[in-house]
């Protein structure tokens, strides 16, 4: 069984950063496409980035580019999201995933792409 277990979360002042890990077990990274997303309170789930099952591709929106990278240990079975100039609206829980059936060369943040996901981490931004 495929489990996502994210941490890395905790409370941060603006402009600072955090590094936030997804460990996986019952696959490898080669097999999955992995996912990084994140819910504020009171607002849907959003998509950030996402890396390729042969890790060659990564894709993030807009609001995160430049600022987020999403890289992956093949040897941890382990992908990271380093998050850099954090704003108060970077607060959520954030929340990685694994698209089972996502071509080799291509991953998109698209949340309804992706099967199985952690339970979340959560980051506050706070002076």
């Known amino acids: 069984q495929l489990q996502l277990v994210e941490s890395g979360g905790g409370l941060v002042q603006p402009g600072g950063s955090l590094r936030l890990s997804c460990a996986v077990s019952?696959?490898?990274?080669?097999?999955?496409?992995i996912g990084w997303f994140r819910q504020a309170p009171g607002k849907a789930r959003e998509g950030l980035s996402c890396?390729?099952?042969?890790?060659?591709?990564?894709n993030y929106v807009d609001s995160v580019k430049g600022r987020f990278t999403i890289s992956r240990d093949n040897a941890k079975n382990t992908v990271y999201l380093q998050m850099n100039s954090l704003k108060p609206e970077d607060a959520a829980v954030y929340y990685c995933?694994?698209?089972?059936?996502?071509?080799?060369?291509?991953?998109?943040?698209?949340?309804?792409?992706?099967?199985?996901w952690g339970q979340g981490t959560r980051v506050t931004v706070s002076s």
């Open positions: 995933a694994a698209a089972t059936y996502m071509n080799r060369f291509y991953c998109n943040p698209h949340q309804y792409d992706y099967n199985y």
């Open positions: 019952g696959s490898a990274l080669s097999d999955n496409g």
């Open positions: 890396i390729s099952r042969a890790g060659s591709v990564t």
